[in-house]
């Protein structure tokens, strides 16, 4: 009896051991994914224990969480291009390693000198991580199995967030500070033996030397221009600090590009941006990140301190929009392939528009948590629609070989758009918080006027202790925080919606593919899987 031939012209037979392995590998990048993603946010809720333990001072306080974030944007670039040379699982694994002892120097820490630098080690760690656990996917699924895989990655590197600020809440409510680390520990020690296991070895053939200047310019750009739009909200725009890192990461980005149009070999082919099709995924993402982290900031504030909500019930109240968006994330992918990007594009962000439309038109003090809710939910179903797209839209745009700096860049413009939106987002809710005051404060003494008028948090503190007449300056202070809530989710919704026009206009009936040379090359929607 002879053995049967498989015709070379038909499909694969199917590989159950090897997907079951892409399986794990899945589990392990995602799990490293979380611990990253939930470290970003992680301390917030901790800011008053560490005070009252290590001495810290709110500048400190604001160095010691930001450190984490300007050094995880500062480095994506540079690590991802590393990892697509001396090998992704080799990063991955020295990430991982790095980060679980930064997180447990972190939690040892006595003196906010100490914690400060373990962030910032931790940071650099997770810089190591987050582009390669994108890279890994894209280089190991097959097309077939690729979309869905960047999807589940989609919604957890979107939900990370919250679930970093619930376990936190958990924590220290239950525990002291030290223990928020402990979750980011254990996930890293997951991942690392998952990827050990099963992620397999790749890396691509290098060409030229690796663009030092060029990654260091990358670095300085980047971490500068975060730097900024952190410190600007807190300290002012026109503070040494804020105009420094605006004027660093200004010139450092320019040299950046005329640095890289000159190279054989760049460190990012400044090319790639001709193509619509990334264009318009980072410009979706860098918007829905924007608004996305913004809104974390505006609707936990509106929970806690105009709603009265604890940290950890607070946390919870995002989980339903977390809930819609990871599902949806996975499966989004799978609708692009029927309807187009463009569609997915314009109608996510469509959502995201009229979710927080929503929220502005209806939040209120005496409507509750139903009063943001229903815009929470269609806000969730939005991001999770357009987010995977726009991912897919990058790293599907760049040859295989450079897949680590499309991950990289798809991480770059989601750290970027989340400081942006947090900066810019709660300084429009500072200042329509102050306008709604009015002249409210003119009768309080004027100690207690400037902390009733550096926001809601400051006029609990006064509220407290001015006896009978504190119901009445909550009652004031809520109503004014309620309409500089208004008025940023109108200004973010605005934001959405053009952004849904220019993806209307700017993204093509056709995806183009960026061959290794720089030259785009259109393929029809039809004719292509989503990130193949």
Not at 57 to 74: F, K, R
Not at 455 to 461: K, L
């Amino acid at each position: 009896m002879t053995a049967p031939t498989l015709d070379p012209t038909t499909a694969a037979p199917p590989d159950p051991d090897g997907a079951r392995r892409r399986r794990w590998v899945l589990v392990a990048v995602c799990t490293g994914l979380i611990a990253v993603v939930a470290s970003v946010s992680g301390l917030n809720v901790a800011q008053g224990q560490l005070a009252a333990d290590l001495g810290a001072t709110q500048s400190q306080l604001l160095w010691v969480i930001n450190g984490y974030t300007i050094a995880l944007a500062a480095l994506l670039l540079p690590i991802g291009a590393i990892g697509d040379r001396w090998g992704r699982k080799q990063v991955l694994l020295g990430g991982l390693g790095l980060f679980a002892v930064a997180n447990v120097a972190a939690s040892l820490a006595t003196t906010v000198t100490q914690l400060l630098v373990a962030r910032v080690v931790g940071g650099a760690a997770a810089a190591m991580i987050m582009p390669v656990t994108l890279s890994v996917i894209t280089s190991t699924f097959p097309a077939e199995e690729r979309d869905r895989a960047v999807g589940v990655w989609a919604g957890f590197a979107g939900a990370g967030g919250v679930l970093g600020l619930l376990s936190s809440s958990i924590v220290v409510d239950s525990f002291t500070w030290p223990w928020v680390f402990a979750a980011p520990i254990v996930l890293a020690a997951a991942a690392f033996g998952l990827t050990a296991a099963f992620v397999p070895r790749s890396r691509e053939e290098a060409h030229g030397r690796f663009d030092v200047l060029g990654s260091i310019l990358s670095a300085v750009a980047v971490g500068a221009l975060v730097l900024a739009v952190h410190e600007g909200p807190e300290h002012g725009w026109t503070q040494p600090l804020t105009v420094g890192g605006l004027a660093l990461g200004l010139v450092a980005a320019g040299w950046f590009a005329v640095w890289e149009r000159r190279q054989e070999h760049p460190l990012l082919d400044l090319r790639v941006f001709r193509n619509r099709s990334l264009a318009a995924g980072s410009l979706v993402l860098l918007v829905l990140f924007a608004l996305l982290m913004g809104l974390f900031l505006v609707i936990v504030q509106f929970l806690q301190a105009a709603l009265g909500y604890s940290a950890i019930r607070a946390s919870l109240g995002l989980m339903p929009m977390a809930a819609v968006l990871m599902p949806l994330s996975a499966v989004a992918p799978r609708i692009a392939t029927r309807v187009g990007f463009r569609t997915m594009f314009v109608s996510g962000l469509g959502l995201v528009a009229a979710g927080l439309g929503m929220m502005a038109a209806f939040a209120s003090v005496s409507g509750g948590y139903w009063s943001v809710l229903p815009g929470l939910l269609v806000l969730g179903v939005g991001v999770g629609l357009a987010q995977t797209p726009a991912t897919s839209a990058i790293t599907g745009s760049l040859p295989q070989e450079e897949q680590g700096v499309a991950s990289a860049l798809n991480d770059t413009v989601r750290e970027f758009g989340g400081a942006l939106g947090i900066a810019l987002l709660g300084s429009v809710l500072s200042s329509g918080y102050r306008s709604g005051l009015g002249s409210a404060t003119d009768a309080l003494p004027a100690s207690a006027a400037e902390a009733v008028r550096s926001g809601i948090g400051g006029a609990s503190v006064v509220a407290a202790k001015a006896g009978p007449a504190g119901d009445q300056i909550m009652a004031v202070a809520r109503g004014a925080f309620v309409d500089g809530l208004s008025t940023t989710m109108w200004i973010s919704a605005a934001v959405a919606g053009a952004a849904a026009l220019i993806a209307f206009f700017a993204m093509p009936r056709t995806v183009e593919a960026v061959a290794s040379d720089g030259d785009a090359t259109p393929v029809e929607l039809d004719e292509l899987s989503l990130v193949d």
